[in-house]
């Protein structure tokens, strides 16, 4: 009696079961479709445009279906040290994020919990930069750091910069303007983990007689890994691909272009949308492995 009693009970229950699913998938639906008609299409005719070789006889930008490999190896060949320097000034930039943003994001998520209005007023500093268009951003930096403006004139004039100094074109104003421009990217995800910071674990660091770096280093660090580990990931993977700062008309030069500029110029100017296909690819798969070793590195496998 018991038994049928539990089949009973278990037949009624799958209807509602199904019917959830039904409403879970009709709901997921949309987002699937977005996914599949703007990332998914979009990289597998980047995929095939990758292969792609040109058509004999043609005229520059025409190419036809085909599998050759060679062009990764042409794009590796030709721009590997476009790509080390991207990789390279991502790191940097995202270090740099990382050690002016956790002051900043400790203070107001921490610090600041006493007095919500003020709290509210800092984060809002925080994403103001939001407010305003990307380029316009980086290009207002490029007239402050030029070499009329007031940065280069005061060092000039205080000779500790030489006649024909400047900044901009250097790997300074490029590792700079990343840093600015992602800085938000990085205290948004550790303002959200430390704001949830339960304070008395650090107090009782310091009941168990503990210094403030031993406090700082054995607790708040590790309970604040998931917001340090989002946040370099949401500055690194821009940055890395990012040909903005890098450009001429902005901080950059010929001598600081990243893989971004070369994806760029292919497409755009000299229209070999094969090479510029596969600088695309292999830059993806590089910051995947990247992301993969260090997101396992760290010990926080369920943000990916």
Partial sequence: ????????????????????????????????????????????SLIFTSFQQPVIDGDIGQYSAGFQWQNYTDAVGQYLPLILRAFGYAVIATVLALIISYPMAYFIGVKARRWPLFQSLLLTLVIAPFFISFLLRTLAWKQIMSDEGPIVVALKALSIFPADGHITGTPFAVIFGLTYNFIPFMTLPLYATLERLDVRYIEAGSDLYASPWTT??????????????????????????????????????????????????????????????ALSIILMAVILIIVGIYVRRAGTEDLI
């Fill in 1 to 44: 009696m018991a038994f049928t009693a539990f089949a009973s009970s278990t037949a009624a229950a799958e209807p509602a079961v199904r019917k959830r699913s039904w409403i879970a998938l009709i709901l997921l639906l949309p987002g699937i479709l977005y996914l599949m008609l703007f990332f998914i299409t979009p990289l597998i």
């Fill in 216 to 277: 700082f280093r054995k607790v708040t660090i590790p309970l604040s890994m998931p917001g340090i580990v989002s946040g370099t990931l949401l500055t690194f993977i821009p940055a890395a691909g990012d040909y903005i700062n890098a450009s001429g008309d902005f901080l950059g030069s010929s001598q600081t272009s990243m893989v971004g500029n070369a994806i760029e110029a292919n497409f755009l100017v000299l229209q070999n949308y094969p090479i510029a296909a």
